[in-house]
Nanobody
Framework: QVQLVESGGGFVQAGGSLRLSCAAS????????MGWYRQAPGKQRELVAV???????NYADFVKGRVTISRDNAKNTVYLQMNSLKPEDTAVYYC?????????WGQGTQVTVSS
């Protein structure tokens, strides 16, 4: 079982920045594929960014150039640095982990961007 705990969400004005963190409970964090998803009210959950165990990253088109995903295997933590935030980035952001075809989710952290 993997537990994921997100932090770092909050309220920010358009153009601002936030850094989300997700701490994982398993020591084999380095083997996990980690990702961030988001879900806005009335919309489906969508992928924001993902980083694999080798450090390769992939981003959704709507955040490219504004968001950076990174991981610190020594701290069992994945980060999402978000810059130039827009009101349409307002959503609950969820941390996701994949390990040996099993999927795990955090509880989510709210990000609200005002115009």
């Amino acid at each position: 079982q993997v537990q994921l705990v997100e932090s770092g969400g909050g309220f920010v004005q358009a153009g601002g920045s936030l850094r989300l963190s997700c701490a994982a409970s398993r020591r084999i964090f380095s083997a996990m594929i980690m990702g961030w998803y988001r879900q806005a009210p009335g919309k489906q959950r969508e992928l924001v960014a993902v980083i694999n165990d080798g450090g390769t990253t992939n981003y959704a088109d709507f955040v490219k150039g504004r968001v950076t995903i990174s991981r610190d295997n020594a701290k069992n933590t994945v980060y999402l640095q978000m810059n130039s935030l827009k009101p349409e980035d307002t959503a609950v952001y969820y941390c996701h982990a994949e390990l040996l075809r099993a999927h795990y989710w955090g509880q989510g952290t709210q990000v609200t961007v005002s115009s």
